[in-house]
Each structure stands twice: as structure tokens, then as C-alpha cells.
């Protein structure tokens, strides 16, 4: 299967696009380096990778690109962690939109032309940010209440532009939702401002490595956003790629959308203190609240037994082998002045 997958150098595509690669699938990607700058990967050389930089609101690129790919993988956007949702309110909107529409018009017209099968959305957990709802099944962004943030409001979009171009021209798709994604090879990024955690400048946008970070330069007592008690579901990026790259490759993912996530729920205080231990041992875990953002949903818990029912689908990986993993990437980046 030959794919496009847009956003290809960001955080999850740094899992996925290898995945994709060993399951024996031919990928084109597509990125403008807008986020972290300019990254090398390890699959760059890849024989059936070819990596094309440009931007992802170009349609005649979109369409040159996408025309003989059997799917399309819709992953370019802004993102970040919650200061972003602060920051970069109105662009996150604006500039996700264009990227969709974009995408979704490139789609259509390959789909139209009898070449492209299917184009998969990876949306987001936020869609559920005002869920009332736990564990909130797929289908619950439809009853809930909607997004407060405007990130969340635009995912929720992402989805509708599923549903219209079906509706209208039959672009049959697949909406992945993936939750707290944990990994390795997130940076600064560009446009990052300075937003400060105690004596740390936040550098990244997820909480675990931002927890470690922290711990790994001395941080004492640590400064957590809240009062910990925010419930998330931390994902490997590993477990997301291979969950993405099932629904891809199942005719049952058609026109069904998907939480893909771990079952298992920790709090913030939860995972600051196994940070702390792992690093720092038997030292006593002493912690400060900082001011939550805003848009700091305090419960985040999916319903994932439809991935599993219809996909086979399972993240297994543990909350401790990531940081296994994440932990010593931290530490090396800090000594080499990356982060």
C-alpha cells in the first residue's frame, strides 16, 4: 500500500511512519519543518520513504503527492501542549482549518479520480473536552457539550470534514483519536514563548518529558500545573503507530472512528512521583501547585474497547517501560544542549 502521511517529521509520525515502513508499506511524507526545525530521522534513507518538505496548505502539491497513494494520512497541524492552547488561540484554528481543507480537497479530487481509497484523520482526545461521560465511548463528542478550547473545537472540526466530504462525495474515511502520547524525539518548538514553571522554562509540549525535564535538572520542591489530581491516560507512541497503522490497513475502520489509548488511569501527583523516584530514589518527593491553565480538563478517561472489538487493538506498553525510554533520551538531549 502506498501512503501520504502529511506532518511526517512531527511527534507521533516519528512512531508511525516507521511502523508503517516494517509492516512493508511505501510512504511519502510531507512536512515544512514549521514546529522543531529541521530533523533527521533514522528512516530518512528508507527505500520506500521518500520525505518531499513543503506545506501542507499547498493544494497542487497536496494533489501531486497524494495522486496513486492508496490512502491519505491527514497528521499535519499546529499543536502543542496546553500554554499553545493560550498562545496560539486564534491560529490553531485558522491554521489547522487551511491545512484540512487542503488535505480533504487533494483527497477528494484523487478519490474522485478512482485512485485513493480512504483518508485517516488523527484527531484528538480533546474532541471529548467537555465529556461528562467516563470512560467516554467514541460517539460521545456528538452528545457532549462542545469543546471550550479552541484546539478542541478544531479537532472536532477535523471530524465534520470526515463527515461532509462522505457525505458529499463519498471520501470514505477513518478518525483516529489518540490520548497523551509518551515518547521520545519531541524538541522545543520554534515558536515556543518563554513560560515558566518554577525555575524551569517549559520546553515541551507533553507532561512527561516536561515532569522529567524538571526532575533532571534539580528541581526541588517539583512545580506541577493543579493540584494533581487531573486523570490522563499515557499512550506509547509505539502502541499509537501500531493502532493507527491496524485501522489503516482493516476495511472494518471505514467511516468508524477510534479512541486509541492505554486503559490504564494515573493522575498528574501519580506520575510526577514515579518521575521523581525513578530519578531521585529514596529523596523525599516534595511538590508545589502552580495555576492550572484554563483549559486543563480534569478527567480525561477513554472508553477503548471498541479498538480492541473491531481493531484488535491494545496499548500494553507500561507507564514505567516508557519512561525507561524516556528518561535517558532526556538526559542526553540535556547534555547536549538540544532541550
Known sequence: MRLLVTGAAGFIAGYLVPELLEAGHEVIGLDNFSKYGRLAKSYDRHPRYRLVEGDAKDVALLEELVSGCDQVVAAA?????????????????????????????????????????????????MVYESATVFPTPEGAQLTSPPPVSTYGFQKLMSEYFAKGAWEQY???????????????????????????????????SHVVPDLVLKVLTGQDPLH??????????????????????????????????????????????????????????????RWVSDPPFEHDVQRRVPDVRKAKAVLGFEATTTLDAMLDEVIPWIRAELAAGRI
Open 77 to 125: 497541524a499546529m499543536i502543542g501542549g496546553i500554554s499553545y492552547f493560550h498562545e496560539f488561540a486564534y491560529d490553531l484554528l485558522a491554521e489547522n482549518e487551511r491545512i484540512l481543507a487542503s488535505t480533504f480537497d487533494a483527497a477528494i479530487g484523487a478519490h474522485r479520480a478512482g485512485t485513493l481509497a480512504r483518508i485517516v484523520v488523527l484527531s484528538s482526545s
Open 170 to 204: 463519498r471520501l470514505p474515511y477513518t478518525i483516529l483519536r489518540p490520548f497523551n502520547c509518551v515518547g521520545i524525539g519531541e524538541r522545543r518548538a520554534v515558536r515556543d514563548t518563554a513560560v515558566m514553571s518554577g525555575n524551569v522554562r517549559l520546553a515541551l
Open 224 to 285: 506541577i500545573l493543579g493540584d494533581g489530581s487531573q486523570v490522563r491516560h499515557y499512550t506509547y507512541g509505539g502502541d499509537l503507530a501500531r493502532g493507527i497503522r491496524l485501522a489503516i490497513e482493516s476495511d472494518a475502520a471505514v467511516n468508524e472512528d477510534f479512541n486509541l489509548s492505554t486503559a490504564q488511569s494515573t493522575t498528574v501527583l501519580e506520575l510526577a512521583e514515579l518521575i521523581w523516584r525513578r530519578i531521585n530514589g529514596d529523596r523525599p518527593f
